[in-house]
């Protein structure tokens, strides 16, 4: 039986969609001891790249400034045909600018509201922003699934 793997995967625009709209991104880097280690982060979509801030100091960082290698996935669906996921695998870069930072978590503020540091202008943001840095992930291989493509057949 060939495989459905074409059938199911997220078109480029439904890929765009997807991440728009989505929430929670899980990251993953390379720990010291050959571990993965993984992270959920809020993320945003700037000049269509996934983009996120975190501190400076933070396991993850430690990680990509060893390993620059990177893997994210965003999910949703509880019932199997429910099911849709992105994978991207790829390279970090890391962005030390603050005023970059501050700018970044501003655009994060206007997505998820509730933040618990002012981040409603990149000015108010920029004293959080001295402690963090910026994250941009530069696919290398997506791949991507949505079940409700079968069509109940699994």
């Known amino acids: 039986m060939p495989s459905r793997r074409a059938s199911i995967a997220l078109t ?3 890929q765009e969609q997807f991440l728009d709209e989505g929430w929670t991104l899980q990251v993953a880097t390379n720990g010291p001891g ?11 979509m700037i000049d269509g790249v996934i983009t996120f801030t975190t501190f400076g100091k933070s396991q993850k960082i430690l990680n990509l400034q060893r390993d620059p290698h990177i ?3 965003l999910e949703t669906g509880q019932a199997y045909e429910e099911l849709r996921g992105l994978v991207i695998r790829g390279t ?3 962005d030390t600018d603050v005023q970059t930072t501050a700018e970044v978590m501003s655009v994060v503020a206007n997505k998820y509201r509730g933040l ?5 202008t990149p000015e108010a943001a920029l004293p959080a922003a001295a402690k963090r840095v910026t994250v941009r992930v530069r696919p290398e291989r997506v791949y ?3 079940h409700g493509k079968l069509g109940g057949r699994y």
Request: charged share 20%.
């Open 144 to 146: 991507s699934w949505d």
């Open 34 to 44: 050959g571990f993965p280690h993984l992270a959920p982060m809020w993320y945003v």
């Open 92 to 94: 970090a870069e890391v």
């Open 116 to 120: 618990p540091i002012p981040t409603d």
């Open 71 to 73: 893997s994210v996935m």
């Open 12 to 14: 480029a625009e439904e």
